[in-house]
């Protein structure tokens, strides 16, 4: 295998790569772009390592993890798996140069896809819960935005207090998704996180 990179994917490598994931080679539980860029934050943001074997298989199929794409019908597979792993390494820098950004932002310039980034994030959390359950009990109210965009029970929460509709409260919201994400990083990083350091080499 090729060293990987953090070298961020183009416009054309993020569309290749959107492309493949929303394509019928893939399961119909496949991540799209968006939701797969939430669910590698969360992924690079887990205190400790998680082999790559066992988190990729919830990109291909996030309700089970049992789904593969049918990579028979595909002739670049390895091109599109090293896409996935140069974007986890680019979040990675991000994060630790404190420059995160979400890539709904970049792609749409406004919030648009917000909640498909935190549906993401939250997979990763509810899939490798015994990893997080001690920082969800520390730090509940970094998740809380999260949680409100990216579950059933935060939509729920929404609707039921009338501000499900309520444009500037979304993005109030959104901001601090944005905002709570390196706050995370610090947290888990002070706590002696293993994984808040790595690349896939």
Same mark, same amino acid.
């Given at each position: 295998?090729?060293?990987?990179?953090?070298?961020?994917?183009?416009?054309?490598?993020?569309?290749?790569?959107?492309?493949?994931?929303?394509?019928?080679?893939?399961?119909?539980?496949?991540?799209? $772009?968006?939701?797969?860029? =939430?669910?590698?934050?969360?992924?690079?943001?887990?205190?400790?390592?998680?082999?790559?074997?066992?988190?990729?298989?919830?990109?291909?199929?996030?309700?089970? =993890?049992?789904?593969?794409?049918?990579?028979?019908?595909?002739?670049?597979?390895?091109?599109?798996?090293?896409?996935?792993?140069?974007?986890?390494?680019?979040?990675?820098?991000?994060?630790?140069? !404190?420059?995160?950004?979400?890539?709904?932002?970049?792609?749409?310039?406004?919030?648009? =896809?917000?909640?498909?980034?935190?549906? !993401?994030?939250?997979?990763?959390?509810?899939?490798?819960?015994?990893?997080?359950?001690?920082?969800?009990?520390?730090?509940?109210? $970094?998740?809380?935005?999260?949680?409100?965009? !990216?579950?059933?029970? !935060?939509?729920?929460?929404?609707?039921?207090?009338?501000?499900?509709?309520?444009?500037?409260?979304?993005?109030?919201?959104?901001?601090?998704?944005?905002?709570?994400?390196?706050?995370?990083?610090?947290?888990?990083?002070?706590?002696? =996180?293993?994984?808040?350091?790595?690349?896939?080499?």
């Amino acid at each position: 295998m090729n060293k990987k990179t953090s070298k961020p994917l183009s416009d054309d490598e993020q569309d290749e790569l959107d492309e493949f994931l929303l394509s019928d080679t893939t399961p119909i539980s496949c991540m799209d $772009l968006i939701v797969l860029d =939430g669910f590698l934050t969360g992924i690079a943001l887990t205190p400790d390592i998680i082999s790559q074997d066992e988190w990729i298989k919830w990109v291909w199929d996030m309700d089970e =993890g049992k789904e593969i794409p049918d990579f028979n019908n595909y002739d670049k597979p390895d091109k599109v798996v090293d896409y996935i792993f140069r974007h986890y390494n680019y979040i990675v820098k991000l994060l630790r140069n !404190g420059d995160f950004e979400p890539i709904y932002i970049s792609i749409n310039d406004d919030y648009y =896809g917000s909640t498909s980034w935190c549906e !993401g994030f939250m997979v990763c959390v509810t899939k490798f819960k015994d990893q997080w359950k001690t920082i969800l009990k520390d730090k509940p109210d $970094l998740f809380e935005p999260i949680v409100l965009l !990216g579950t059933e029970k !935060g939509q729920e929460i929404l609707d039921d207090s009338g501000n499900g509709d309520d444009i500037n409260y979304i993005d109030e919201i959104n901001d601090r998704v944005c905002e709570v994400v390196p706050e995370l990083y610090k947290h888990i990083k002070n706590k002696g =996180g293993s994984n808040v350091y790595q690349m896939i080499h």
